[in-house]
RNA sequence: GCCAGGGUAGCUCAGCGGUAGAGCAGGGGACUCAUAAGCCCUUGGUCGGGGGUUCGAUUCCCCCCUCUGGCACCA
């Protein structure tokens, strides 16, 4: 193994089900993961499950059942998107793992006993409804909304974690490492979000108030409240065969989450802890649905990525989410997009080219991938059998950049198709003068998939396995360096081609119209 | 209000000082190995508006309009 590579996704909050932007953050992970096992490093891929919290306990209490059934249950739903997605994760957070809610107490007891915590009572209004506190800010023309309820004016002391001491820290760390936050434009938001001295944050509710969660070790009537029973998480199952990893190389985020948890409560924490801080925090934008904005409230606007997982296939949307996001940026997603998407890219381009390229060995050399060693190339021989795609590939990926990645794995293709038509190999293959020309064109584009085989694993596992069968070969993970072209099909029989992806007659729409 | 990023072909976007590019969609063609696929050719844009710098601006500067984020403020 070439070293190690550490990386996690956000953990979804089990209070509402899984949809396509948990999907596309899943993806993403996995899709880095199986990259950086391509490149034979030991991987340590985390994501899981955020289920503590008031609004499970209410959903759980809604329903008649104990908060614990309830987070297993919508767990389970979690897990089996990722299951159905082929996401590859080395250990599936919960944060109702014993192993973590010790984590999280050592930390807060760690923290406490440096004076980084401190107790202090709060005066202010407070919602019923709500079970929370609310401010000035809330009030809409003096008046509290008709969502908070009751309001009264209370106090109730709470713990509280100090971060100003350590935003000076901060702001030099984001100095010092401009490639901390991905994309750059990012890292100036979160500047500017440091500019003011930052107030403490409450961390601790009684256990009156909310009881499904993590009790404090220095005081059983609390439980921690929200970031660090979250944000702990990363910490928790950090270890590689009972050794610890520490820091993550990679953390994958919604833009969402990046101001203030990420980028402040969650590196402050860890100066607090003296930890490092993670290398490279990966900021993801949001889905839109046919160019409506996707949010949680609104079940229309949400996308279940499911049907088309079933109608499609895995790889179909794994395929559209990272081609079609810039990474960073916000796309739109809609059944025309990923039709053209699956129709075109993948069964029009990468399946035609190997159905057409088995086929013609399977018809004119009987299965045996021909030796052509010692041949004459021609210029588009050499153009097709050139290696810069494998680094241009590698270097769009350590850039962050999927979509560039998957563009340059289609460059090959476009390239292979244009040159089953300049050879015509149904041409050559009616004169016998031209067998040895032959060969070398069989040959070349038996290579050429197999290449593609490799290239598009971290993107389409499912596929590059299939295309593998078919060419008779080992499965499982392969290395990138396969990629880079070879003579290993010389005199190889080949498997029978099989179609990759077959036309569909509709989806089921799980995204509906805008309004 | 402040900060950042956009506004380029019907759609999604690239280009960012030298008289506009890709993919998809639309039109035409030759071929037949293949998922009626693929390949070749092609229609299409006063590059948000105005002003300036320059021999020359989509590309640099200023102003305005508009969209998207982030932050702040008021209620």
New binding site residues.
Partial sequence: MVGSYFLTTAIDYVNSAPHLGHAYEKVLADFFSRHELSLERDVLFLTGVDEHGQKVQQSAQREGVEPQAFADRMSARFREQHRSLGVASSHFVRTTDDQHKKIVRDWLQKLHDKGEIFFQEHEGYYSVRQEQFVT???????QWPEIFGEVIHTREPNYYFRLEPYRQKLLKHLEDHPEWIVPG?RR??LQ??L??PLADLCISRPKSRLAWGIPLPFNEDYVTYVWFDALTNYYSFASIKGQLVWPPDLQIIG??IL??AHGVYWPIMLFALELELPKHLLVHGWWTNR?A?ISKSDAKSLIDPAPYVETYGPDALRYFVLREM?LG????FSDERFE?RYT?D???????L???SL??IG?YRNGVVPNYDGFHLTAADEGLRSDVIVEEYRRAVEQFAPHLALQAVWDLV?RA??Y???N????LAKEPEQAKRLDVVLGLLAETVRRLSVLIQAALPFTAEKIRVQLNLSTGPVRLEEALYGNSLHGHTIGKPE?????IEKVDSGSSPAP
């Fill in positions: 000035e800010k809330d009030r809409v023309d003096g434009f100036k938001e500017s979000a500019a003011e833009k969402d101001i203030p160019g904005k810039v940026q916000d796309a739109d053209t075109g993948l069964g029009k381009k990468l399946g035609n190997v159905q057409r086929s013609m018809r476009a198709n244009e089953v038509e300049e015509a190999p149904w041409k179609v990759l992806f077959p036309p």
